[in-house]
Nanobody, 113 residues
């Protein structure tokens, strides 16, 4: 069972990135999937959720209208499209699935001019 995040990098304010999370050892369509982030010196916080049935999405207020969570069941992959990025979005981003799936290594997102 594994979650592997990728797609982070350095981007200027106002830019975009798409993060990917490839799951193995379980089927993402059977579980709620979430993206979290952790900035230096801060606690990990929930960014977005997508439900197992219906693919209903929910977002933290600080990313509403800018970020979009989605999934491709055929690829067993969850995505986070991030637009209009701000310096305060700088963090390590992690995806999360069922409780038996350990945290991945995360992917660093840095928003800076």
């Amino acid at each position: 069972v594994q979650l592997v995040e990728s797609g982070g990098g350095l981007v200027q304010p106002g830019g975009s990135l798409r993060l990917s999370c490839v799951a193995s050892g379980f089927t993402i369509s059977s579980y709620f999937m979430r993206w979290y982030r952790q900035a230096p010196g801060k606690e990990r916080e929930l960014v977005a959720t997508i439900t197992s049935v219906g693919g209903i999405t929910n977002y933290a207020d600080f990313v509403k209208g800018r970020f979009t969570i989605s999934r491709d069941n055929a690829k067993n992959t969850v995505y986070l499209q991030m637009n209009s990025l701000k310096p305060e979005d700088t963090a390590v981003y992690y995806c999360s699935g069922p409780r038996f799936a350990p945290w991945g290594q995360g992917t660093q997102v840095t928003v800076s001019s």
